[in-house]
């Protein structure tokens, strides 16, 4: 039984980039929550998205949007790459109020 | 707002040596608690959680944390750890009603020394 898969692993971009980075959910799970972790940090709340809705947000700008597919799986994009959005972003999957799971992440680098 | 305080940033324990991490919350009602272990370059493994019930549960991996209520507490413990416990560790509050986000406390990193 596969866990979250995220994808891809690493990712290097320049100042005003775009960047989609992608995630498929623990299987049997329907919920979808993206975070970002700046190095040294905890875990920041992006959003979360359930039955193909963003369902809450957290304190981040428009430039961060996500989208979820029917099969749950999941994007985050990023638009106009700032170099403060170097951070290793972490999918989490979940089904009712089961705890979250979470992938290994997508290491971002902006240069 | 929910918070999350881990006073600790670093610890340093001798093999086979007793641990606790404190983890301090804010909540207003009875949040669903987490500890979850980092390891350098992985994701978060969750090593267990409370919901309500019995307020010392128990985890994977020796894992204990202790609800207190009284305290606005839940602090993970292990009695004997091992060389591969190094790893960072971050306690995580939730609201009980839905599945909403996982607010995370800084983090407090565990280094282990023979």
């Known amino acids: 039984d596969a866990g979250v898969t995220q994808s891809p692993t690493h990712l290097i971009k320049t100042r005003g980039q775009q960047v989609t980075l992608r995630c498929s959910p623990k299987?049997?799970?329907?919920?979808v929550s993206w975070y970002q972790q700046a190095l040294g940090q905890g875990p920041q709340f992006i959003f979360q998205?359930?039955?193909?809705?963003?369902?809450q947000r957290g304190n981040f700008p428009d430039r961060f949007s996500g989208h979820q597919f029917p099969n749950y799986s999941s994007e985050l994009n990023v638009n106009a790459l700032l170099l403060g959005d170097s951070a290793l972003y972490l999918c989490?999957?979940?089904?009712?109020?089961?705890?979250?799971?979470f992938g290994d992440g997508t290491r971002l680098s902006i240069l | 707002a929910q918070s999350v305080t881990q006073p600790d940033i670093h610890i340093t324990v001798s093999e086979g040596a007793s641990l606790e991490l404190r983890c301090n919350y804010s909540y207003g009602a009875t949040p669903y608690l987490f500890w979850y272990v980092q390891s350098p370059g992985q994701g978060l493994q969750l090593l267990l959680k409370y919901f309500s019930g019995d307020t010392l549960v128990q985890g994977i991996k020796g894992f204990e944390a202790e609800f207190k209520r009284s305290q606005s507490s839940f602090n993970l413990r292990k009695p004997s750890v091992h060389w591969s416990d190094a790893a960072e560790y971050f306690c995580?509050?939730?609201?009980?009603?839905?599945?909403?986000?996982?607010?995370f406390g800084t983090g407090t990193r565990l280094t282990i020394i023979p």
């Open positions: 989490a999957s979940s089904y009712d109020v089961s705890p979250q799971h």
């Open positions: 998205y359930y039955e193909e809705e963003e369902r």
């Open positions: 299987s049997g799970h329907d919920t």
């Open positions: 995580a509050v939730r609201s009980n009603f839905g599945n909403e986000k996982l607010t």
